[in-house]
């Protein structure tokens, strides 16, 4: 009885785990391509290398993954149908990532998010325990910190920031990413290493070759 007791006082004191959503960022031009047009459309392992994204972030603790599209719109939602994600246009997206940064957070906002995960959708190392990692960094903490990943003591990516900072995010305009909202902020950043993962991304055709992939026009 005494037992049954103590587990009801924990129990109504326990405090409820933070909704982190993951932003899958795919609006960008993939402007150093070439000729090969989206480099999220190439194919890694039989898989568009988007949808292989989205595959990590949803298979992560996660609690939803909202998709930012922009360039080849069309196609990229197309090869992500039948997954459990959320599209959001961008129709700003030429201006630069910090548009669909913006995009991205509003309307995880609406949903009542905690916290963002920002995963770019061109990093083909990274894993579901990956985000894992950095998921259960952020929920030990009091939910005011940066967390963010490195790579050989490198800092790189993702990055997932609080809702402290949701606001000054959806300001952000042009080509610019959220460092300098992190560095505004003054906020504790928890590094957590995770590999090389962290620092690989493919943004020329024989970057995705030396990754693995298969390029598609």
Same mark, same amino acid.
């Given at each position: 009885?005494v037992?049954?007791? %103590? ?14 959503f993951?932003?899958?960022? *795919?609006?960008?031009l ?16 039989? =898989? ?12 992560? =603790?996660?609690?939803?993954?909202? &998709?930012? =599209? ?10 992500? %149908?039948?997954?459990? &994600? ?8 030429e ?18 998010a ?20 950095l998921? *259960? ?6 939910? %005011?910190? &940066? &967390? ?25 305009e ?29 943004? =020329? ?13």
């Amino acid at each position: 009885m005494v037992s049954g007791g %103590d587990h009801g006082q924990r129990s109504e004191k326990s405090i409820p785990s933070p909704h982190v959503f993951v932003v899958l960022l *795919a609006a960008g031009l993939s402007n150093r391509m070439g000729t090969y047009g989206s480099k999220l459309l190439a194919d890694f392992d039989g =898989t568009a290398l988007v949808r292989r994204s989205a595959h990590v972030a949803l298979g992560s =603790t996660a609690d939803a993954v909202v &998709v930012v =599209t922009g360039h080849r719109r069309l196609q990229i939602e197309a090869v992500l %149908d039948g997954l459990k &994600v959320e599209c959001v246009e961008n129709p700003l997206y030429e201006s630069g990532m910090g548009t669909s940064l913006a995009a991205g957070v509003s309307r995880c906002r609406d949903r009542g998010a905690d916290a963002i995960l920002i995963m770019l959708a061109d990093m083909p190392g990274l894993t579901s325990g990956d985000l894992d990692q950095l998921i *259960a960094a952020f929920r030990s903490t009091n939910g %005011d910190v &940066v &967390v963010r990943a490195m790579g050989a003591g490198k800092p790189g990516n993702p990055v997932l920031l609080p809702k402290t900072l949701f606001e000054a995010v959806e300001q952000l305009e042009g080509d610019v990413g959220a460092r300098q909202v992190i560095e505004a902020s003054g906020l504790p950043v928890v590094y957590v290493e995770i590999g090389q993962a962290a620092l690989l991304d493919v943004d =020329t055709p024989e970057a995705v070759r030396a990754a693995g992939g298969t390029l598609n026009a």
